[in-house]
């Protein structure tokens, strides 16, 4: 048990420790634990706050009993103590609030507003000064505010202000803009000091800042290539290769659907690819998929034949949908394709005069003309 009889003058407000019990009747404050006390250890602090009313000297004096002990002649203590009755002089008061909106993105500016206001009872006098360390990963662009002059050594990066900041007022707001290089998370940190002010516990802030890769989170992004080798002939086969790619950040997931629109003149004949189902009305060539595509991977490949039935400069046109993403610009692909007619058959026979482009005839004997070179058989040329 601890007594701390107060002197007349000084009024009881709150007592508090560490495993310690307060109160007061009157003057007498009588604080109590149960907790037991190591030899050559301590209790925990009492911390005993009151109110003067009378200027003047005064000696507290606090006694300490109990405990099992059996030594008591070290069991009290005195604290000599004056009270003044002039209040201490009006002084200012800093504080700094940081902030920003929305997350940072690496390679892209950002920037932190620094608010310095006076909470004090008096206009601050002298120089104020705002630090502000960077985290590593911020990179100093500028700082400018009205009133402020800013510059960086480093990460540190310094604004002064010879401007008074009046009781209850605020400075101009400095902004200050930087460049981050490495996502993640980082704190920034900034303090005030200087002004005259004198009370130091408010004079810093610190601003959690998310820093962005520059990517979307959940992004599934489809890529549709196609290609074909070489001219196609009227009335031969040919053959399309697409490619389904995931630029995106994530694996794309339910259905994909390629449609293919072929040009007047084709006819689809058929499809290849593992996992892909095709069916074709009239020139819409329809193929779908449930493979997921993993994000910056390829579906299976995929390839439609086609039947020309007409020559020239045609463009077969693909578009690649679903599996999560949103319609882009590069969902779609066009094919420049040329077109040329067949060779006619033209030949002789031993029987008969020279004949090209005719009705076929059976020969026993035959000389054809056929893709720039002649040929012998000794039956007709298969039509």
Known sequence: SVVDTLPA??????????????????????????????AGGS??????????????????????????????????????????????????????AKSHSGDFTVGQQGSYALAVSNVG?????????????LPAGLAFVSGSGDGWSCSAVAQVVTCTSSESIAAGGSAGVITLVVTPSVAGSVVNTAVV????????????AADPTVVDDGTEPGDVDLALTKSHEGNFKVGRRGTYSLEVTNVGTTDSGGELTVTDTLPRGMIFKGFEGEG?????ERRVVTCTSSEPVAAGGSAAPLSITVKPFKAGHLTNTAAVAGGGQAAGDNDTAADPTVVRRARPWCGWGGFYHWRCCGTPHWFWNQWFWHDGGWHHTNQRPDL
Do not use: H, K, M, Y
């Not at 109160?23 to 037991?36: D, F, G, N, P, R």
């Not at 109110?51 to 070290?74: D, H, K």
């Not at 892909?276 to 074709?280: E, G, L, Q, R, S």
């Open 9 to 38: 003058g000084l009024a009881f407000v709150s007592g508090s420790g560490d495993g310690w019990s307060c109160s007061a009747v009157a003057q007498v404050v009588t604080c109590t634990s149960s907790e037991s006390i190591a």
């Open 43 to 96: 209790a925990g602090v009492i911390t005993l706050v009151v109110t003067p009313s009378v200027a003047g000297s005064v000696v507290n004096t606090a006694v300490v009993s109990g405990g099992g002990q059996s030594n008591t002649g070290n069991d009290s203590d005195s604290d000599p103590t004056t009270v003044d009755d002039v209040a201490p002089p009006e002084t200012a008061d800093l504080t700094i």
């Open 121 to 133: 009872a008096a206009a601050s006098s002298g120089e104020v000064s705002v630090v502000d360390t």
């Open 193 to 204: 000091s200087g002004g005259g002010q004198s009370n130091e516990l408010n004079d810093g």
């Open 276 to 280: 892909w189902t095709c069916a074709a």
